[in-house]
């Protein structure tokens, strides 16, 4: 099992920065993908970013080049930081550890952070 705990949300202005982070605990072998996802008011949950265990990453073309995910393996921490922030990065963003077993896919989430971009 594994629980993951998001910090780092809050208000910030259009243009301003934050940086997320997701603390894992407990332990499955079987994680591959680390990643952030988003829920915006009345739309649905969409991936952000994610790294997987050798450290290549993607991201959404939205945040491209506007935000960064990294990880510390050694301390079980995932970050995602966030440049340029725009009213439309508005969302509860939610930290996701994905893995397979057997074939079989399945995800852990965290309980989510608020961002709000707002003048």
């Known amino acids: 099992q594994v629980q993951l705990v998001e910090s780092g949300g809050g208000l910030v202005q259009p243009g301003g920065s934050l940086r997320l982070s997701c603390v894992a605990s407990?332990?499955?072998?079987?994680?591959?993908?680390m990643g952030w996802y988003r829920r915006a008011p009345g739309k649905q949950r969409e991936l952000v970013a994610r790294?997987?265990?050798?450290?290549?990453?993607n991201s959404a073309d939205s945040v491209k080049g506007r935000f960064t995910i990294s990880s510390d393996s050694a301390r079980n921490i995932v970050y995602l930081q966030m440049n340029s922030l725009k009213p439309e990065d508005t969302a509860v963003y939610y930290c996701?550890?994905?893995?397979?077993?057997?074939?079989?896919?399945?995800?852990?989430w965290g309980q989510g952070t608020q961002v709000t971009v707002s003048s």
């Open positions: 790294i997987d265990s050798g450290g290549s990453t």
């Open positions: 407990g332990s499955d072998s079987s994680i591959g993908l």
């Open positions: 996701n550890a994905h893995g397979r077993r057997s074939g079989v896919d399945y995800d852990y």
